[in-house]
């Protein structure tokens, strides 16, 4: 009864305050929100061998840095999925104030949900807990070719095609082959 309550007063916050809202986005996202180092970005989109042609997906895109990068210093396209609205409404105006919002595009989304298929380079910066559960997707819904970049944080089992060392932090690629490779657990 008293857990019915504190629940229902919980929405009714939800509801009534959308800052609180935010927060609780913020509180249930699975990693939280660390930018990446503008150095470390450059490096990211330079081991993705990122060029004009090719359009680069940001999963967990935080404050849109990495897009915004890849538009401005590399001339590709860019889309940003995040599912902090505070974070979206930010990446968009940082898009504005480096003048390539024509050029990038942020979407409020769970990355899980979020349709990846357009992507020839995906940068993730998240956890590893959360990299192997986005493996099936990322090597079911990306095209072969593909190349995905993680920040220091590894895949399991699929054996990166390269491991870049930047300071204190790793960089991992891996390109979607044509057939998905068999892991043990099956997925
Ligand atoms: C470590 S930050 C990385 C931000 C940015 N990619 C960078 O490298 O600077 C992780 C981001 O993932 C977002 N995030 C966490 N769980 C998510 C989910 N399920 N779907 C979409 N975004 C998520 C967080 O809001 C946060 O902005």
Not at 94 to 122: H, P, T
Not at 142 to 171: C, N, Y
Request: hydrophobic share 45%; aromatic share 8%; net charge neutral.
């Amino acid at each position: 009864m008293m857990l019915a309550r504190v629940r229902i007063l919980l929405l009714w916050g939800l509801i009534v305050c959308p800052p609180l809202a935010a927060q609780f986005d913020e509180f249930y996202a699975e990693v939280p929100y660390v930018p990446t180092p503008e150095e470390v970005v450059r490096k990211m989109l330079e081991v993705a061998e990122v060029k004009k042609t090719d359009v680069v997906y940001d999963l967990g895109c935080g404050d849109g840095r990495i897009v915004i990068m890849a538009a401005k210093e590399f001339g590709a396209r860019g889309v940003g999925v995040d599912i902090n609205p505070e974070r979206i409404r930010e990446a968009e105006a940082n898009a504005r104030s480096a003048g390539v919002d024509g050029r990038v595009r942020f979407v409020e989304s769970d990355l899980f949900k979020a349709d990846i298929r357009e992507a020839s380079v995906v940068t993730i910066y998240l956890l590893s807990t959360v990299n192997l559960r986005l493996r099936p997707k990322l090597l079911k819904e990306l095209k072969p070719g593909t190349r995905i970049v993680s920040h220091q944080f590894d895949m399991g089992e699929w054996a990166p095609l390269k491991k870049v060392e930047v300071g204190t932090r790793t960089l991992y690629l891996w390109t979607v082959p044509q057939q998905p490779p068999a892991f043990a657990d099956g997925k």
